[in-house]
């Protein structure tokens, strides 16, 4: 009896929450769906100004036994949840970004896994590890630590390191131009090339 009162009230949780526009979790983790796109290879930005963020996560056997993924979010925007084993991108405009990310349990957001302030310059790349359990030292790989940023389980790498790492990961989720979504005209409008005032 108790198990149908439960379905009752999950099923009552998700028609409600679907009705007042919150972000459901739909992020299954690769327990249950493990990433299969291809592997990694660096695109180009659409626009030079903006740029591009990588952000992977290493393979755990943690990782692997994970239901639900991590979700991330911009600018409070959620944006994909990040499996083990998987890589995706952001192009962004130059400036600082609200990041963070958010554990769900089903239909909810239970606790901030991180939260940082997201700087990035126009026309560079920058490469984000994610690891709960193994974070790298960066006081042994590079000179200038201070110079990466770093919240949690999330450091920013150096490309050499990015690159052996991220290799071998599977693209989840395709990536996002975000840069789209902070401007208010279209991205292309042949007809209107001058703006008038």
Known sequence: MRLVVWLAFFSLMLSGCSGV???IPATPGAFLDAPDGKTFDPIETLDPRNSM???YRPITRWGYEEVQAP???LDSAQLFGLKAGAYTWLELPAGTHDFYARRPFSVL???MIFEMPLKVE???DYYFRYSELKPLDLTEIVADPEN???AGPLQ???KAIALREIADLRLDEPGIYYAD???KEPRWAPFYTYSVE
Do not use: A, E, N, S
């Open 148 to 150: 990466y940023q770093q």
């Open 53 to 55: 963020v990588y952000i």
């Open 71 to 73: 979700v991330f979010f």
């Open 156 to 158: 920013q790498v150096p």
């Open 109 to 111: 957001y239970l606790k």
């Open 21 to 23: 526009g919150m972000g």
């Open 181 to 183: 979504r902070m401007k």
């Open 122 to 124: 126009g026309g560079q």
